[in-house]
């Protein structure tokens, strides 16, 4: 593991992080074999980082006529714009797991209208790009191109919601210099990855 | 009150709430005389109604070097930047009420540079802005700038972390169409309200 | 009254003021009850203030095909645009009263896109904003909009003139630094103000 | 003369313009040979004509610390970055004329960094810039910065109003598409000219 | 000529260079009369003269479906929006003489949209200044346009290679200061250049 | 290899191809066992192709004062601003193996502010992205910023005209929308390829 620093501020010591922060830690850390910097970064502040993987959650974890994957693009697009290194990183590597597909991360961090991606995936990450651009620019007109592609209401809610909520994780990462683990580069771009 | 749509999304009825979510909006109901439309546009979604009002209260009702309405002129300017209706004219009546005076939200919401606030609060509010706006470029020259007018590393935290927190509000109320309610324009303009 | 300053530039006293500025003065403050900042922040340089009167009055208070609050919605969508303090609390004081509708104002300063207005209100606000922020882009297909929409070309001149009267306004009241009242703030928001 | 039209909107003839206005227009037209378009395309609304060209009088004509070829040279960087036709070739050919420099119009048009002026001047567009550009950012190290260029206040003044005033200028140009006589592209290039 | 500094960098003596750059100054200068100025600042390297100018030669000088005063259009209007002095003052010269028409450069680098061009040419621009301004957003149907205004996909390659070619030469121009010709100014302006 | 098309162009088969390119493929494809597509898309045009190539070649395998891999750095943090896909995949390879270190060109594609490199490699990276995306700006100062970091005169000729060749190369794999070779996505991120 890198030896540079994670983050601007302090980070804290497993054993100095209350009972609920330190078990999600190792669970993580248990199912994915390393703690992402993302828990060690934000466990500065418990209670920030209760309500914001909670959030996080409730969005990327929930049922619905969003994939997984299809979750993911959304972030990588979105953070890309927003030159966040540490959810470009992190989350590409999510999104090549999920999507079981090596390319695709860094094509759509990238541009995603040149991405390997379905025309109802394009349309998506359209309106995405639109919230987290230009959100006070959303009109009626969106929704109904977005109706026409296929989504329901509540699709929309999320790929909305998605942009939104990396919208601030975006902004925390950059402010505190936030640094991806090493270990999510390589992450799914082999085939024993997959 | 208005009859105008609060939301794009279907808003549910207080009996249709989950026994949590309704008891919050009762307890606002209570202490502000009317419920924030915030609070009903969000309960369409009760998972991400809970994150987000624990976030927000992990943020704005904390104790620290930043008083209740530094904390709400932050939300006023980054908010007047990404043109949030909702959240320029709700927070923009908190603040009025926090800060005890009549004038400052209008003057923030537009032009902080020309409000009635002080120097360090000035700087305060340079940095939010580059973090609602421009995160990625954010330097550790931010940082210094902001000790030497006074603010303890933890105080930044918690600017960059209320930018960050309505970037995603913002684009929540955007996507959504929030309607503020009637009742935020005047409140904390007139000597009574104060 | 505030006494903090009005310009960043000297402000006559009355008794030093032309004849024909002072009388203009006393008239405004006959009507309104005090004497907006603009007039004394510009009676610093009369021939100025001379010209830039006559051409505010030729465009605010003529007949035609917009109303009188119309006018003053162009005013507030392009200032707000446009970062200017005096001109989004002062016209939209104006819009408040003219229109007779305390809400309007706070929601074209910050989002015209959801305010109370009709779709030909809105039509005129994108044609406005266009003028505002890239009139090198103004095409016939513009023009054929807005006549679809129900205005005549003089109407359109009139929507078109006063973005670009304000464009001007607003750097003026900028640079200068202009205050706006404190009268302003409060005014067409309680029903005896209607 | 060319036989394009010069503007969206009518253009009276002479016979049918206010006794005032065709005075005018003969005395220019006397003096330069030709009737600038701007005088006609304006004179479509006098009462705005009258105080356009108060206005522009008042500041472009005056006495001062600038010169007047100063003067031009705001209006020629401030209406490039604007992309005003009308202006950058109509006072592209005044600045010439006016400087005795066939080179120094075209030069600012595109950049004024690198055109043939001296120190001071550069000082002055660079605030005429920022005031086109981004007038609510001005702030008091702005003066600082001008009045050690040896700028008076009163100069500092005519830079920023200049820059507002074309701001004006320049809007109404483009949405009415004003289109620059011909004779303005080779005055003052060639030494008979001078 | 004029004893300004041409280049940031060291312009080489005729006699100092090698044949092959020495032989192309000689025939330019046979040809114009005076040598531009690009030849003399980018011989300080002389292998990326010789691409350059290869590259040069290869899109403006080939046959096609654009004419020459089309592909100096290209270059004029790209040039203008990127603030290029040389390349404005130097091929606005050089569209003057191909196309025979005095004014058409100078409106070009202002604003294409209101030049004396063909709806064709207006085309033609648009699609120029997208790839100079934002190639990221090309798509499909900015090809669909161009092939239902009559261009080849090989015309549309020439217009898209111009303004990627010129986005090169405009930051080669622009970081090493480069100066035009004095002679370049007035060419193309009175019959006799024609 | 994947069977997406690589160009919206033809892409001409290794037999029709001119001898001089038909051996410069095949020497690329004997070296990096593929040939990548930026040969064969750009092969449509083989004068353009050959000037392309020198001028590459000229600015990047030259001997000076910046090493490979700062020069792949240059082409990252510019075709990232560009948002361009192929130069990013492409050239974040080539940059992973020229500097031995696999984090680096993903870190320097989204925001090279956080990436692992040397100050001076930041400054360098400062003034490219100024060139890559406002050219007009550069002054003399930046000049004396990059010499104060170390850089000779012709390291910054060699830092800014890389931006700008690749200004050229992103615009050229914008519009022909290049596909980057799917070999690309792994070279260099683990040990047996560095």
């Known amino acids: 593991m890198s030896d540079k620093p994670i983050s601007r501020f302090p980070v804290p010591e497993l054993g100095e992080l209350p ?17 992402p910097n993302v828990f060690l970064a934000l466990a500065h502040r418990p209670a920030e980082f209760r309500a914001f993987f909670a959030y996080h959650d409730a969005l990327m974890e929930k049922e619905g006529g969003l994939s997984k994957a299809e979750r993911e693009m959304i972030v990588v697009a979105t953070s890309g714009a927003n030159n ?13 797991v999920r999507a079981k597909h090596p390319l695709v991360a860094d094509q759509v961090a990238t541009n995603y ?35 026409q592609a296929g989504f329901a209401d509540d699709d ?21 210099s936030m640094r991806p683990n090493d270990e999510f580069y390589l ?3 082999v085939p024993r990855d997959k």
Chains 1, 2, 3, 4, 5, 6 share one sequence.
């Open 156 to 176: 929309i809610w999320d790929i909305a919601a998605i942009a939104a909520f990396f919208a601030l994780s975006n902004r925390m990462a950059n402010f505190t």
């Open 113 to 147: 209208r040149k991405a390997d991606i379905t025309p109802r995936q394009k349309s998506m990450l359209d309106f995405a790009m639109k919230v987290a651009l230009a959100s006070h620019e959303v009109e009626d007109a969106d929704f109904d191109a977005l109706r």
């Open 84 to 96: 966040c290194q540490y959810c470009v990183v992190a989350h590409g590597a999510i999104l090549r």
């Open 187 to 189: 992450m799914g771009r």
């Open 19 to 35: 009972e609920d922060i330190r078990t999600r830690l190792l669970a993580v850390q248990e199912k994915s074999g390393f703690v």
